[in-house]
Each structure stands twice: as C-alpha cells, then as structure tokens.
C-alpha cells in the first residue's frame, strides 16, 4: 500500500519507533476501495495496518464497510458474524491477527454482525485491542436511507438493525469515542460522547461523492470544534461498483478544526499525532463545553 502525502500536518513524527508520551500519540487512518472480494479488501486492510504501524501509529481506523461493498445491501445478510473473538470469523479474524501482529488498537470502521431475533445485520465498529481482544462494539445508530435522484438511492434500514448505544473505548492512549458515517450529521450524539469522557472520535465512513463533496469537511470540522475532540475519519475512495462512488478524502482535524492530515485521491494511510496538552490547552481557553446550559 503507498503512502499518501498529509496536508497542515501539527507536529507529525511520523517514523519508524516512535511511541509518542504520556499525552502524545500516533493514530492512522487507512483509506480503502472495497469492493465485493472479502479476501482482497482483508489484505489490503492488513497492509494498511501494517503501513500505519510502520509509521509509528497506536491506533490504527478502518472505513466502514472495509471488508466487502457490494452492489445490494442483501448481500451483506451472507457475511454477517457473530463477535466471537475466540470462534471469530473471517472478517474479526483479521481484525484480531492485524491488531495482534502489530502491537496496535484497530478500530474495524463497519463490518456485518449477525442479529437472529431481527433477521437482519447490525453495522457495527469493532474496536480490538493489541492482546488480541474485543475492547468495544458499537452498532451504527443512524442508518443511510435517502433517495437522491440521480445521486444517491440507499435504504440500509432494510436490512440493518439499528443501536441503540452510545459507545466510548477506553484505552491507555485516550477514550475514544465510536461512530459510524451517517452518524455524523446527528451532533446530540457526539455530544453525548464528549459528556462521557470522549478525546478522540472516529467517523468511518463511506461518504457517498455527491454529499462528500459538500458536507463532509464541514460536518467533520463542526464536530471536532463543538466538542474540542480530534476526529479521525477514514473513508472509502472511489467507485466501489456502478452503484457507489465515495468521496474519499480521509481525515484528521484536532480540536480546534484544523485538519492535520488528508489523503488524496487514492488508497492508503494517513499519520496524524494526537496531542492531548494541546487539547488541554483549547479547552481551557476557550471553556465552553462548561458554559452549556441545554
């Protein structure tokens, strides 16, 4: 996997032994096309691990829908897992060898988790730790369904059941909290994520490139700056099939907005430092997730 070039890039070290301090950390983002061959999108997310780890990242995001993009959203019922780290399938499997491997937290942006009482898939982020272990689940609550003529036409409530739980990992680097895509337009839930402690959020997505190009650098921004968090936003890039182009453009913004490090347009990894004095320092100057009155 090449690397892809950052752009504003804050104090970035991004090289071989470098672990961070106390404060300071590494994550990495990696930027896919995913199509509808399971093994090729899990090798090419295995080196996208390895790349970022490479370069000194602790933690390391996955996109959503980073195994498999397929051309119906019935497709996905055929490959939904059961979240069984010591009877894993396929797709946890190399969740759990990357993280293992690499002696780094992976964060697997949206994947399909079986859900027998409904019949149907939950799109869930699994975040798994170093030791090989289910660290955190958390089940996209906001599903895609719109209908755009001409643009975009999803209904992913057909066969995805939706959470219901807000969701923060807690690691030795930071708490990090969880959200998938769409999720991203709702601001009450990121709130919630800072309210219990959140420093970093992750936005997996696969943007769609007609909204992407609008909406995605400014709703990314909002949230970072409303709640004085770094987002990490890895994305899908490019035409998966005839049906889905995503826009790409994988993310890190620190919590005064200002993005990092972006990748361009193609797959890869994007290295950003999270720097939790500096974050410190935004929020005292400027207290406002204090000052809330509603």
Not at 22 to 46: H, I, P, W, Y
Not at 98 to 103: D, F, L
Not at 117 to 133: D, E, F, H, L, Q
Not at 152 to 175: I, K, N
Request: glycine share 8%.
């Amino acid at each position: 996997m090449s690397k892809l070039p950052t752009t504003r890039t804050q104090g970035l070290q991004a090289k071989t032994g470098y672990y961070g301090s106390m404060n300071r950390f590494l994550a990495g983002c990696v930027q896919l096309t995913s199509k509808a061959d399971v093994a090729e999108n899990l090798a090419t997310c295995t080196r996208g691990i390895a790349e970022a780890a490479r370069r000194g990242a602790q933690l390391v995001v996955l996109p959503e829908n980073f195994a498999f993009v397929g051309m119906g959203e019935n497709e996905k019922l055929e490959l939904a897992e059961t979240l069984d780290a010591d009877k894993p399938g396929r797709i946890l499997a190399a969740l759990l060898e990357a993280a293992t491997r690499h002696s780094v937290w992976v964060i697997g942006g949206g994947m399909p988790e079986a859900s027998p009482a409904s019949g149907k898939v939950y799109n869930s982020c699994v975040a798994v730790s170093p030791a090989g272990r289910i660290a955190a689940v958390y089940r996209k609550v906001h599903l895609f369904d719109v209908q755009i003529p001409g643009a975009a036409e999803f209904c992913e409530s057909r066969t995805v059941e939706p959470g219901r739980d807000v969701v923060v990992l807690e690691t030795p680097l930071a708490p990090v909290g969880l959200s998938i895509c769409y999720d991203v337009r709702f601001p009450e839930l990121y709130r919630a994520l800072s309210g219990r402690g959140a420093r970093v959020v992750v936005v997996p997505a696969a943007f769609t490139l007609h909204t992407g190009k609008d909406h995605w650098h400014t709703l990314l921004r909002a949230r970072a700056v409303e709640n004085q968090v770094y987002v990490l936003a890895p994305a899908q890039y490019g035409r998966a099939n005839e049906k889905r182009v995503c826009y790409g453009h994988s993310l890190i913004a620190d919590p005064w907005g200002t993005v990092i490090a972006e990748a361009s347009d193609r797959e890869g990894v994007i290295v950003g430092e999270i720097d939790l004095d500096f974050q410190d320092k935004v929020r005292r100057e400027l207290p406002c997730l204090g000052h809330r009155r509603l």
